[in-house]
């Protein structure tokens, strides 16, 4: 991660709902400028995270610290400079977009001009004059978002924006976020299931599982620890021959089938002399190929790793 100071951190963060622990010793660290990706599989903790950044839930212990400082005690202070959109968008439908806007721009007692502004900034300004009945899931997420870039925020937190939408929403709401980012310069933390998401829009990420951060870096170090995951798949006639005669370059071999042999990840020429082998040891190759597990299976495996400590 950067030196440059955190925009968002928690330290030791723990909440329980009643008896029950849900979060285990949280530490987040957001790189101001950054895409935050907040990923979990559903109940990791992820919302009640979000809410106790909001100042919405309290910690049972652990500090939130935003801009440097300490959330229990500069709440409207720093409140004030973090946009959200942590459920559907309560909105008034048989109101227009503009209306719905400028309703909440009159509560907060900003300046008239905001109500264009955000609209035009999350693309809603040719459609603002139509009910928002008639807007898309994905127009109504962006109409929610315009409601939460009202006061200008450094920061927004956003519990999984593209629930729900359909590809081409997802798509706008990727651009829209990346604009934000960078034209904007806004940080941006947002929550998601899915990885595939992440993957494509965020410049850094943590992971939760049963409320504890199982990774937490910039983007390329996830892809790096999916790297080290490489596996040379063997499919032969017998893997248990092939062991048996080529013991020493099969020693890390696993055999997943009667004629196949799984190895960490080789380097080309090791791939080649391990072919020449076996080819000299009258074994037939059927199949000899590199296998990079999906960013899938890599967060499923430090799930795995973290229910096992
Ligand atoms: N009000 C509540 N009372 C008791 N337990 C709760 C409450 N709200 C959430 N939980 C529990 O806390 C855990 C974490 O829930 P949370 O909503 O934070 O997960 P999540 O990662 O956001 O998942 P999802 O994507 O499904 O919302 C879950 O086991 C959930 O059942």
């Given at each position: ?17 009643g ?14 400028g950054s ?19 909001l100042?919405l839930?309290k ?9 440097g400082?300490?959330?229990?005690r ?5 409140l ?10 309560s909105?008034?439908?048989?109101l ?5 806007v400028?309703?909440?721009r ?8 905001r ?13 603002a004059d ?7 899931l ?15 925020p450094?920061?927004l ?14 798509m ?8 934000l980012?960078?034209e904007h310069g ?6 998601s ?7 494509k829009?965020?410049t850094h990420?943590g ?7 199982v ?18 798949v063997?499919?032969?006639?017998s ?18 089938g ?5 190895l960490?990840?080789r380097?080309?020429?090791q791939?080649?002399?391990l072919a020449?082998a076996?080819?000299?040891a ?8 590199q ?9 499923l ?7 096992a400590?």
């Amino acid at each position: 991660m950067t030196n440059a100071p955190l925009l968002l951190q928690t330290q030791d963060l723990h909440f329980r709902f009643g008896a029950r622990p849900i979060l285990h010793g949280v530490n987040l660290r957001v790189p101001p400028g950054s895409i935050y990706g907040f990923l979990g599989p559903n109940g990791a903790g992820k919302s009640t995270t979000l809410r106790l950044l909001l100042g919405l839930l309290k910690p049972t212990a652990g500090t939130v610290q935003l801009f440097g400082h300490d959330l229990a005690r500069h709440r409207v202070a720093l409140l004030s400079r973090v946009g959200a959109l942590i459920e559907n968008p309560s909105l008034y439908d048989h109101l227009t977009g503009r209306e719905n806007v400028d309703a909440t721009r009159g509560l907060r007692g900003l300046p008239a001009h905001r109500t264009a502004d955000v609209l035009a900034l999350v693309g809603l300004s040719e459609a603002a004059d139509r009910p928002a009945r008639e807007y898309s899931l994905g127009m109504r997420q962006r109409l929610g978002l315009a409601l939460a870039l009202l006061p200008d925020p450094d920061l927004l937190l956003l519990d999984e924006p593209t629930n729900g939408l359909d590809p081409s929403g997802i798509m706008e709401m990727r651009g829209l976020l990346e604009r934000l980012r960078q034209e904007h310069g806004k940080t941006i933390l947002l929550s998601s299931h899915l990885i595939s998401e992440i993957e494509k829009i965020a410049t850094h990420v943590g992971v939760i599982q049963q409320g504890r951060l199982v990774f937490q870096g910039a983007l390329p170090e996830l892809r790096q620890l999916r790297a080290g995951q490489e596996q040379l798949v063997l499919e032969t006639e017998s893997a248990d021959t092939c062991r048996n005669l080529l013991p020493r370059l099969l020693a890390d071999a696993t055999v997943t089938g009667p004629g196949t042999l799984r190895l960490p990840g080789r380097a080309p020429a090791q791939v080649a002399a391990l072919a020449a082998a076996l080819v000299a040891a009258g074994q037939p190759i059927y199949g000899l190929r590199q296998e990079q597990p999906s960013l899938e299976e890599t967060f499923l495996q430090l799930t795995e790793t973290s229910v096992a400590q």
